[in-house]
């Protein structure tokens, strides 16, 4: 069965580095999506991306976050300069080219620990 | 006004029992109800979805019942095991599911054996 992978399972930081979070979706899935999972909390949705470019995002996705496709099968999440806040699961999520999001398609997330 | 409140927070229910977990929400835009199953380690997955059109949907032990006028939908876990331990999440979307989910807090289900 065709799932969404997601590396690394965890990272662990430092305060004010770089982190970037890696996504193979599902390979016909054109929509892609970032949610995020403080421990004990909601899933969080971060932003969603189609067509190279991103089509929505949360006021959580701020200037320090970034995305990017750098190939045919990649979907990158950037954190320029991690906070203590940012600690949480990140998970990874496509759906198929409709953009109909009644299902995501979940990867099993990359735990992010900054200290 | 994008919120969408769950409840109990956490839930524990004997084997062959019934567990119930209630959402509300305020967005009237909504029209997309689905919940979704964490298991430990795993990313969420669908477990079952609603539409305001009708006011229930059954797939095997599961049933979702929805009540457009108080805003409310819950989800049913007739003859609870304790393989349906989990972490459930329901959300909501507008656009008839072609926009961005909204989650709630979960729910942690443990079924006792």
């Known amino acids: 069965e065709p799932e969404v992978t997601q590396t690394p399972s965890h990272q662990v930081t430092q305060m004010g580095q770089e982190v970037i979070l890696r996504c193979v979706p599902i390979?016909?899935?054109?929509?892609f999506y970032w949610y995020r999972q403080i421990l004990g909390q909601k899933v969080e949705f971060l932003v969603s991306?189609?067509?190279?470019?991103?089509?929505?995002k949360s006021e959580i996705f701020d200037d320090q976050f970034s995305v990017e496709r750098p190939d045919g099968s990649n979907f990158t999440l950037k954190i320029r300069s991690t906070k203590l806040e940012d600690s949480a699961m990140y998970f990874c999520?496509?759906?198929?080219?409709?953009?109909?999001?009644?299902?995501?398609?979940f990867g099993e997330g990359s735990r992010l620990t900054v200290l | 006004q994008q919120q969408v409140k769950q409840s109990p927070q956490s839930l524990i229910v004997q084997k062959g029992g019934i567990s119930i977990i209630n959402c509300a929400y305020e967005?009237?835009?909504?029209?997309?109800f689905p919940w979704y199953q964490q298991f430990p380690g795993k990313g969420p997955a669908l477990l079952i979805a609603?539409?305001?059109?009708?006011s229930e949907k059954k797939e095997g032990r599961f049933t979702i019942s929805f009540n457009k006028s108080a805003k409310q939908f819950s989800l049913h876990i007739m003859d609870s095991q304790p393989g349906d331990s989990a972490t459930y999440f329901c959300?909501?979307?507008?656009?008839?599911?072609?926009?961005?989910?909204?989650f709630g807090k979960g729910t942690m289900l443990l079924v006792s054996p």
């Open positions: 390979s016909n899935h054109l929509y």
């Open positions: 999520a496509s759906s198929d080219g409709q953009g109909y999001t009644g299902e995501l398609f």
């Open positions: 959300a909501a979307s507008p656009n008839s599911g072609y926009s961005t989910l909204t």
């Open positions: 991306f189609y067509n190279n470019e991103i089509s929505e």
């Open positions: 609603i539409r305001p059109d009708v």
């Open positions: 967005n009237t835009a909504f029209d997309y």
